[in-house]
């Protein structure tokens, strides 16, 4: 059965970086695009970060723009978020998505940024 698994959240200081990744089994990964996505409580799921099939098209929110870095390994069936210069506003559960004729969610993962 379809599997997005999340891994690498947790607890970072100000200024700290974490990698998430999402493993995926399945389906097709190099046909899905590959996106992160993440709520804050209280707030609506927001898209942070989406991957092309082939890993050469990009596109951010303007929020994490410059700190954030999406990859996605096609033989391995991951996808990566790097994610630098954390702040008490990105603190969310993260959520790995896939695209394309269906969609698919992973269980999320939680990231607190606090001192």
């Known amino acids: 059965q379809v599997q997005l698994v999340e891994s690498g959240g947790g607890l970072v200081q100000p200024g700290g970086s974490l990698r998430l990744s999402c493993a995926a089994s399945?389906?097709?990964?190099?046909?899905?695009?590959m996106s992160w996505y993440r709520q804050a409580p209280g707030k609506e799921r927001e898209l942070v970060a989406a991957i092309g099939k082939f890993g050469t098209s990009t596109n951010y929110a303007e929020a994490v723009k410059g700190r954030f870095t999406i990859s996605r390994d096609n033989a391995k069936t991951t996808v990566y978020l790097q994610m630098n210069s954390l702040g008490p506003e990105d603190t969310a559960v993260y959520y790995c998505?896939?695209?394309?004729?269906?969609?698919?969610w992973g269980q999320g993962t939680q990231v607190t940024v606090s001192s």
């Open positions: 998505n896939a695209r394309w004729d269906d969609i698919y």
């Open positions: 399945g389906f097709i990964f190099s046909r899905y695009v």
